[in-house]
């Protein structure tokens, strides 16, 4: 009993650990739709920007769905806003992009498996995302083959 006090207060509580780890995905989420935002506007062939567009509105989706969760746990959403990464090039920031996504669906999939006893709903939200991640992932890839590595 007084282990599952000392967890509670000293943050190690599973609920505070679920909150934790669905604030770092949320973040994640919202700085790959910025990123992917800021990245598009800079794309030199409109039907590649809006592949990319389409993309940002798919992670603020996804951000959005985090807060829900977030919230529906009684915790807070954060208000900072990460930096987003960028290149000197298309292909750089397509780069960038690909290889976020393919890190963020490894969290995921580690972060569901972590939740999964606390509270397999988050964890099945998770596993949802990282779906989704896996198509960005290949959209990422067919675009990185298209645009021309060196041009500036």
């Known amino acids: 009993m007084l282990e599952a006090i000392k967890r509670l207060f000293s943050g ?13 995905n949320y973040l994640e989420e919202a700085r790959l739709a910025k990123q992917f935002r800021q990245h598009a506007q800079k794309l030199r062939y409109k039907i590649y920007r809006d592949k990319l567009l389409a993309l940002a509105d798919e992670a603020e989706a996804h951000a959005r769905i985090l807060a829900e969760k977030i919230k529906s746990m009684g915790g807070e959403v954060p ?43 988050a964890a099945a939200l998770l596993l949802s995302i990282r779906n989704d991640e896996k198509r960005h992932r290949d959209l990422l890839s067919d675009l990185l083959m298209r645009v021309d590595r060196y041009a500036i």
């Open 79 to 121: 208000a900072i806003e990460p930096p987003v990464k960028d290149g000197a090039n298309d292909w750089e920031r397509i780069r960038c992009d690909f290889e976020d996504e393919k890190e963020l669906a490894e969290k995921y999939l580690h972060d569901a498996y972590e939740l999964d006893d606390y509270d397999p709903e």
């Open 12 to 24: 190690n509580h599973p609920r505070s650990h679920a909150l934790n780890i669905l604030r770092q």
